[in-house]
């Protein structure tokens, strides 16, 4: 009797690892798209011709989008060191791509290409070339443009001022900041006017509370007859920087003159917000968690956290039994950073022996 007693217990353990790992191979599959990078509505076209091979066009598709990728993760200094990566490398980091949208039109092939890059093979590429990424987070800004013609000494924020009307014209998908400008208000015109000797010590406080978001960006343009002088006060993440450049032989009337500013200026503001977001990937803080195993809507919860927290670059089982469950976790952060990660994500951890307990 006590040896089927004894069997009867071992079955029962037996069907529940069974299960166990059934439930954790079937729940770690649900997830495994969410660790990707994905380029969507790249634009791809070719003439109609004898000639004409879709598999070319679909590479020069896959080309774009790693260029808008690393746009998206690395700062343009970064992003200039890497020249002359191959079509096989780049196809070799890519997990899945979809066509859309194709249509002919006078014998010209024209569709949308959407790219699926491996999270964890961008990540080592950039490693090797020791370059550290940013997380893609996007967001909205206030920026508040003033035009200071230093020859008649006028100041101009809403008329006369093509920064103000052109700035947002031209927005590129890769491009991660969304500028929020201030609406006409006389009294905000006025006020600057008054303050115009001492603009650039001016905090703009009355003007940067009207509007429901806390980054900003102060853009002064001194111009005159041949030069331009633009002082950049950029508030990102309750963190200043000021930034000086000076465009010579430029004439504000000519649109392509304004186009390089613009250009120059949007690639200043999002390289700052890159360094924001930034992965030091040369960091790998091993971290062990633990939750209990029975509760399986946790168990689906963290893993969906683990894949997704940007921050993780790897994370496997370190073993498990019939009460508990262990994770190793790779961290590129700090244990506070990856304790701010899991609190936002509503995990409530406590230390017991070098392992985080999930209560």
């Known amino acids: ?39 969507s ?33 690395t700062t343009s200094g970064d992003k200039n060191k890497i020249k002359n990566i191959s079509i096989e490398e780049i196809k070799s980091m890519i997990d899945s791509f979809t066509i859309s949208e194709e249509k002919f039109i006078n014998n010209e092939y024209f569709a949308k290409l959407e790219t699926t890059f491996n999270k964890k093979k961008i990540l080592n590429f950039l490693e090797k070339k020791n370059i550290f990424p940013s997380i893609p987070i996007r967001n909205k800004v206030l920026l508040v443009p003033i035009l200071v ?9 809403f008329n006369n001022n093509i920064f103000y009307k052109r700035w947002n014209n031209v927005k590129k998908n890769y491009q991660l900041l969304n500028y929020l400008l201030p609406s006409e208000d006389l009294e905000d015109l006025n ?9 650039e010590t001016y905090d703009f406080v009355s003007l940067i509370k009207k509007y429901d978001l806390k980054d900003y ?43 390089i500013i613009l250009e120059n200026l949007k690639n200043i503001y999002e390289d700052e917000w890159k360094k924001n977001n930034e992965i030091n990937t040369s960091i790998k803080l091993p971290l062990t968690i633990s939750v209990k195993s029975k509760d399986y809507k946790k168990i689906v919860k963290l893993e969906e956290t683990l894949t997704n927290v940007d921050l993780i670059s790897n994370f496997y089982i370190l073993n498990f039994n019939n009460n508990y469950t262990q994770y190793k976790i790779i961290y590129n952060g700090s244990p506070i950073t990856f304790l701010n990660d899991m609190n936002n994500r509503n995990f409530d951890l406590v230390m017991e022996k070098n392992v985080w307990i999930i209560q």
């Open 191 to 199: 006020k600057i006017q008054e303050m115009s000797s001492s603009i």
């Open 217 to 259: 960006i102060i853009l002064i343009i001194y111009k005159n007859s041949k030069d331009v002088k633009i002082l950049s006060k950029i508030n990102l993440n309750n963190s200043l920087k000021i930034n000086n450049k000076k465009f010579t032989n430029i004439n504000l009337t000519n649109e392509k003159n304004i186009d």
């Open 1 to 39: 009797m006590q040896n089927i007693n004894k069997l009867l217990r071992l079955q029962k353990m037996y069907i529940f690892f069974i299960t166990y790992v059934l439930f954790i191979i079937i729940f770690s599959s649900t997830y495994l798209y969410a660790n990707t990078f994905r380029v």
């Open 149 to 157: 013609d230093t020859e008649n000494e006028n100041i101009y924020l």
């Open 41 to 73: 509505d790249i634009e791809i076209s070719a003439p109609f011709e004898v000639n004409f091979k879709k598999n070319s066009v679909i590479d020069d598709g896959f080309q774009i989008s790693f260029s808008n990728l690393l746009s998206m993760i």
